[in-house]
């Protein structure tokens, strides 16, 4: 069956330490999208790809890296883990831009 | 600001009873789509209404859709505790895919 999994699904990191969240498609998809979800501000894009090898900033950029090595993995790198970046993470995958979007369980990541 | 917002943070009705979430949008766009986010999992997309369409069903779900005041709306009839879930509004952003509102939290109760 065709999914998204992210892994792991929750991580308690460290002030300034490296995290590096994964994200894997089944589903046959060109875009991939990581969001942060906050309460009182929805989800909010911070990279997305449309293409293996490439990447693009979103909305709230600051403070994330993304790489994508193939078209079924997408990953999210915090390099410098900091207070603010605690929060829920979601990958999602869809066919083109504006198209479904289908998620992952989601990572919850706490930064200490 | 945001470019798609539902209008009630939180909306609570009885199982049976029929609940309607509201959505505005500030950008022009070539669909609106409906996501219900269950608690503890990730969005999963309920109906994609496209804009030169003004009502759409799945089931027990109705979505409509204005142009011209730029707001959707999306009802639930005879609800279930199941539906008890956080309901989003998503509009098309040619540069980077879609933009959600922050959500409207329904819970049903028995």
């Known amino acids: 069956e065709a999914a998204v999994t992210q892994s792991p699904r929750s991580k308690v990191a460290v002030t300034g330490g490296k995290v590096t969240l994964s994200c894997h498609q089944t589903n046959n998809h060109d875009y991939m999208y990581w969001y942060r979800q906050d309460t009182g501000h929805g989800l909010r894009l911070i990279h997305y790809s449309y293409v293996a090898d490439s990447t693009e900033k979103g909305d709230i950029p600051d403070g994330y890296k993304a790489s994508r090595p193939s078209q079924e993995n997408f990953s999210l790198i915090l390099e410098l883990a900091s207070l603010s970046q605690t929060a829920v993470y979601f990958c999602?995958?869809?066919?083109?831009?504006?198209?479904?979007?289908?998620f992952g369980p989601g990572t919850r990541l706490t930064v200490l | 600001s945001q470019l798609a917002e539902e209008n009630s943070w939180a909306l609570s009705v009885h199982e049976g009873e029929s609940v309607t979430v509201n959505c505005s949008y500030k950008?022009?766009?070539?669909?609106l789509q409906w996501y219900r986010q269950k608690s503890g999992k990730g969005p999963a997309q309920l109906i994609l209404?496209?804009?030169?369409?003004r009502e759409k069903r799945n089931g027990r779900l109705r979505a409509t859709l204005d142009t011209s005041s730029q707001s959707s709306s999306l009802s639930i009839t005879a609800t279930r505790c199941e539906d008890t879930a956080v309901y989003f509004c998503a509009t098309d952003n040619y540069a980077q895919g879609l933009t959600f509102g922050l959500g409207t939290r329904v819970s049903v109760f028995p």
């Open positions: 209404i496209r804009s030169n369409e």
């Open positions: 950008t022009s766009i070539t669909a």
């Open positions: 999602a995958s869809s066919t083109r831009n504006y198209a479904e979007q289908f």
